[in-house]
């Protein structure tokens, strides 16, 4: 059962780190996204794209792992905010966690439909009359995640510089949280 500790002013460790790790394989596969086709066709190309499919996967797995443990296991600490406010980051949170999981069955779609070959050891089946379509979704809801992310990331920086309320050293690392 998850914890709810009035004295704590941080989350525990296994949430920090995966949020953090959650953060970081979004905006990396993102940045890979954005150079996969400056590669020359073969195997530079379908190296880059195997990592970025492989990071993909490794996001997927983050999330088998981060939701349970949210609503079962990390610890709990009271809203930073009420009524409007705490609606809006609640709501963002939820979209964040529905916008990610939807993305990485997407990207996985996405390899598939495309026939994607693995490090030109494994190539999927593919289904090429739905590549175009999975593919501009999977950009498109990529773009919308950064978007709500930077929403996300902007109103954590507002907490910390202008209410100055410590609601971002609550998700900081030990070392850089203060």
Avoid: C
């Avoid at 400056?38 to 981060?66: E, K, N, Q, Y």
């Avoid at 997407?106 to 379509?133: F, I, K, Q």
């Amino acid at each position: 059962m998850a914890k709810t500790i009035p004295y704590a002013t941080r989350y525990d460790r296994k949430t920090v780190v995966l949020h953090w790790a959650t953060a970081i394989l979004v905006v990396l596969l993102w940045g890979i996204a954005q150079i996969i086709d400056v590669f020359p066709s073969g195997a530079p190309r379908i190296d880059v794209r195997s990592v970025h499919i492989t990071l993909g996967v490794i996001l997927g797995i983050v999330l088998l792992i981060r939701v349970p443990w949210r609503l079962t296991g990390g610890t709990k600490l009271p809203p930073a905010d009420t009524g409007v406010l705490q609606l809006a980051a609640t709501l963002v949170h939820y979209l964040l966690y529905a916008l990610v999981i939807i993305e990485v069955l997407l990207g996985l779609t996405n390899a598939y439909v495309r026939g994607d070959s693995l490090y030109t050891l494994v190539s999927l089946p593919g289904y090429r009359p739905w590549r175009h379509e999975v593919g501009s979704l999977h950009g498109t809801v990529a773009t919308i995640i950064l978007i709500v992310a930077g929403v996300h990331a902007a109103a954590a920086l507002g907490h910390h510089y202008i209410l100055k309320d410590g609601v971002l050293r609550r998700m900081l690392p030990d070392r850089w949280g203060g």
